[in-house]
């Protein structure tokens, strides 16, 4: 474009973009989705240590711009031994990430319900297409920071727990229950936000009135490994 030189130049590549945000985004969950969801979540839990994140918040006080260089120069040596080749992937390892993209596409995708709980419209997944190709450069990105031609299990399992963290908080609440075969009674949330999920979940074809997932998704659940989808999902603190 121009640049007010009296040249044209060309830039070809692609922007991250990294934003931080409250879990009030997930109040415009459905929109993003109608939309269409660009962004892969990391939901970073409160810490548990309380007063003594507090405490050191207060020592870091007049510290920031030694803090900012040091932050500096450390992300500057990650990325500069990062190998610059695209490392390789297995077909093992796409599959899996391929099978995910499509469990995470249908249960993150928005429902419109009615105040009184009725259905507003149709809901429609997106395709997995993007966000497969999100995950497989998250691992790929994850290995060249780890200076390896390939990737291995550990750049597979990050991407995963990234498209975990993308489905709704309530409803992967609802479907860790599920997968740990318990009823909806039992899962330690609060009714109303456990009831909508469930709601949300069932409209698209993900559970039963029964508690349980339609044949389509148990298949779905049993090819990825109801164990490795529970470790993906664990609890961070």
């Known amino acids: 474009s121009s640049t007010g030189t009296g040249t044209t130049k060309h830039w070809r590549g692609r922007v991250t973009a990294i934003a931080a945000v409250t879990p009030a985004i997930d109040e415009e969950q459905t929109m993003r989705i109608v939309m269409g969801e660009r962004f892969l979540t990391v939901r970073w839990p409160r810490p548990d240590i309380g007063w003594k ?57 928005g429902v419109r319900l009615s105040n009184g709980g009725m259905l507003v419209c149709r809901p429609s997944p997106e395709g997995p297409g993007r966000l497969a190709k999100s995950m497989t450069g ?15 299990e550990r750049d597979v399992f990050d991407a995963m727990r990234l498209a975990w963290d993308s ?24 009714d109303s936000l456990k009831n909508r999920a469930f709601e949300e979940l069932r409209v698209l074809g993900i559970v039963t009135m029964g508690d349980t997932f339609t044949k389509p998704f148990q298949e779905m659940i049993e090819a990825l490994g109801r164990e490795y989808l529970l470790s993906i999902g664990v609890d961070r603190s």
């Open 53 to 109: 994140a507090a405490f050191a918040a207060i020592a870091q006080q007049g510290k920031e711009a030694f803090i900012d260089a040091g932050l500096v120069e450390l992300s500057k040596g990650l990325f500069q031994q990062a190998i610059l080749t695209l490392p390789t992937i297995s077909d093992l390892y796409a599959e899996r990430i391929a099978r995910m993209a499509d469990f995470v596409a249908f249960c993150r995708a």
């Open 167 to 190: 489905i709704p908080p309530d409803r992967a609440d609802v479907l860790k229950g599920f997968l740990r075969n318990q009823s909806l009674a039992t899962i330690p949330l609060e």
């Open 138 to 152: 998250v691992s790929r990105g994850s290995a060249s920071l780890y200076r390896q031609s390939e990737v291995i």
